[in-house]
Each structure stands twice: as structure tokens, then as C-alpha cells.
């Protein structure tokens, strides 16, 4: 059976009702597994794991949206993570049986489908991406929700589904992407210059870990600074590597680490040595292969 899996990641990380909502929304399309819900008030977003084969997830999606869209207002939403819109990103990843142009496919129709049905401005990103400057979500969130209606009266910068503004909900970036691995590191420190020169120090745009992307930010709620970050193919830089590395440039600071987290799923493989070292934030039901298991 071909598996589909998506990972939206929504502008809402601090009101349980709202996420409660979303998840049984999502949980009504029959054959469709929600994997994972990671909720996170600092950043004021949560990710939302689901997988099952493309037709199911599909339609979760539209139904995912069309209830996240119908509760998050952006005209008030403030928080440490770059986003667009109320629903900022929706990614689709081929996992078994799909080749990546059947998934394309489904982007596309999904993206229509959420521009025409919800009004919301639709971007196609990654192999998704219609436009070659477009296949980085980095650059199509420059300026964030802030700096989108200005961005959007630009005839270069039309939205490629869906109308030239919604200030209610901003805009959605759809795409499809390999497999990407989303986790932070907690420093037991408050400094979060120490944090970002960190990232610095570990993207790779920086110079720094091959396919790793890195931000660093305060949390207010540990009171203590994170480095975030996404490894966009864990097979050239594993999160193991990536964990050595901040652990070691945090004590050169005279700075341990305060914990680690997983966000959403992962391949077995990728956070092995995690799970057998006990690092909480790292669950053996992150795995990915759990529930394609199950499926």
C-alpha cells in the first residue's frame, strides 16, 4: 500500500483547545494515522505527524487546514519561530510505494483545493516548487506574516494558488521534501547570543554540518536560551553529530546542556543512539518505522 505522510506545522502553540480541535479533525478521516502532536508555547506553533495512503492524507489535510484557518487569527499571533500564515507549512513525503511525482501531484491538488476553498495565498516550495526561487521555505518566509501584504502587492511575488491576501490567515507554503528531521537542544543557560552563535557555528550556510539548518532562541517559558533546527538529510549529518557538536561548543563556554527533543518522527536509525542512551525527548514511538508498522 503506498504511504503518504505530512507534517503541517501551525501557527498555534498555546491554546490546547485549538490543537484539540485540529487533531480530531484530522483523526476523523478514516485510514489516516496521527502520529505524532508537538506543541510548543514559546514558539507558538505546534506540528502535527500524520501519515497513511495519499487519498487519506489528503483529505486530512483539507480538513486540517479548514479547522486550523477557522481558529487561528495571525493579526494577533506573536512568537520566536519565522512563519506566514496560520497554517505556515504543509509537507507532504513519500515514504513507501509513492514516487515523488505522485506526491507532487497531490501537493498541487491540495494547494489548489486550500487556495480556492479557504482564500487563503498558496506557495508551491521544494520539489513542489513551480519556481526555481521558490524551493527554499526560508526565503519565502523573509519578512514573515509582518512584511507579507507588501510583499504580495508585488506582481513578482504572486502567490502561485489561492488570492493576493488574507490577513486573517496570511499564507501556506505547500511542498514535498525528503525526509527532514526537526529537533532543538536546551542550553542551561539563559544567553541566547550564546545560542545563535551556536547555529552559527553549525549551519550550514554558515560554514558549518553539512544539510543543517539552525536558529538560536529564548524560552521564555524554561528560561533558558535553544539552539532549533531542522537536518535536512540526516544520512550526511546525523542528529547524534549534531548534538556533539553543541554539547562540546557549550562547554568550551563553560555551558552544559539542559535537554533535547525529537519533533515529530524519525527513521530508527537516525535517533539510535538517543534511544539507547536514555536522552529523554527521544521515544521509541518517535520512530517512524513504529507506526508505518502499524499501517
Known amino acids: 500500500m503506498p504511504i503518504l505522510e505530512c507534517v503541517p506545522n501551525l501557527s498555534e502553540g498555546r491554546d490546547q483547545g485549538v490543537l484539540d480541535?485540529?487533531?480530531?479533525?484530522?483523526?476523523?478521516?478514516?485510514?489516516?494515522?496521527?502520529?505524532?502532536?508537538?506543541?510548543?508555547?514559546?514558539?507558538?506553533?505546534?506540528?502535527?505527524?500524520?501519515?497513511g495512503p495519499p487519498e487519506a492524507v489528503e483529505a486530512a489535510a483539507l480538513a486540517m487546514a479548514g479547522r486550523a484557518l477557522e481558529l487561528i487569527d495571525m493579526r494577533t499571533h506573536r512568537g520566536?519561530?519565522?512563519?506566514?500564515?496560520?497554517v505556515d507549512v504543509v509537507p507532504f513525503v513519500s515514504l513507501e510505494g509513492l514516487t515523488v511525482e505522485e506526491a507532487v501531484g497531490t501537493a498541487h491538488r491540495f494547494g489548489r483545493t486550500l487556495g480556492e476553498r479557504f482564500g487563503v495565498p498558496v506557495f508551491f516550495y521544494g520539489v513542489a516548487a513551480l519556481r526555481p526561487e521558490r524551493r527554499r521555505l526560508p526565503d519565502l518566509r523573509r519578512g514573515q506574516y509582518e512584511a507579507l501584504d507588501v510583499r504580495l502587492k508585488d506582481p513578482a511575488s504572486r502567490p502561485d494558488a489561492g488570492p493576493t491576501s488574507n490577513p486573517r490567515s496570511g499564507a501556506t507554503a505547500v511542498g514535498v521534501r525528503g525526509i527532514l528531521i526537526a529537533f532543538n537542544v536546551q542550553l542551561a543557560s539563559p544567553d541566547?547570543?550564546?545560542?545563535?552563535?551556536?547555529?552559527?557555528?553549525?549551519?550550514?550556510?554558515?560554514?558549518?554540518?553539512?544539510?543543517?539548518?539552525?536558529?538560536?532562541?529564548?524560552?521564555?517559558?524554561?528560561?533558558?536560551?535553544?539552539?532549533?533546527m531542522n537536518l535536512l538529510d540526516y544520512r550526511k549529518t546525523s542528529p547524534w553529530r549534531v548534538y556533539e557538536v553543541i554539547r562540546e561548543e557549550a562547554a568550551r563556554r563553560g555551558v552544559a546542556i539542559h535537554g533535547a527533543e525529537l519533533v515529530g518522527l524519525a527513521p530508527r536509525p537516525a535517533i539510535a543512539e538517543f534511544l539507547a542512551r536514555g536522552v529523554p525527548g527521544f521515544r521509541p514511538e518517535q520512530c517512524l518505522e513504529h507506526h508505518l508498522a502499524q499501517l
Open 21 to 51: 480541535a485540529v487533531a480530531e479533525a484530522i483523526r476523523a478521516v478514516p485510514r489516516v494515522c496521527l502520529a505524532d502532536i508537538h506543541r510548543d508555547p514559546d514558539h507558538h506553533r505546534s506540528v502535527f505527524t500524520f501519515l
Open 80 to 86: 520566536v519561530h519565522p512563519r506566514i500564515g496560520a
Open 192 to 228: 541566547v547570543a550564546l545560542a545563535r552563535a551556536i547555529a552559527r557555528k553549525i549551519r550550514e550556510s554558515s560554514g558549518g554540518l553539512p544539510a543543517v539548518q539552525a536558529m538560536g532562541v529564548y524560552l521564555a517559558s524554561q528560561g533558558c536560551a535553544q539552539v532549533s
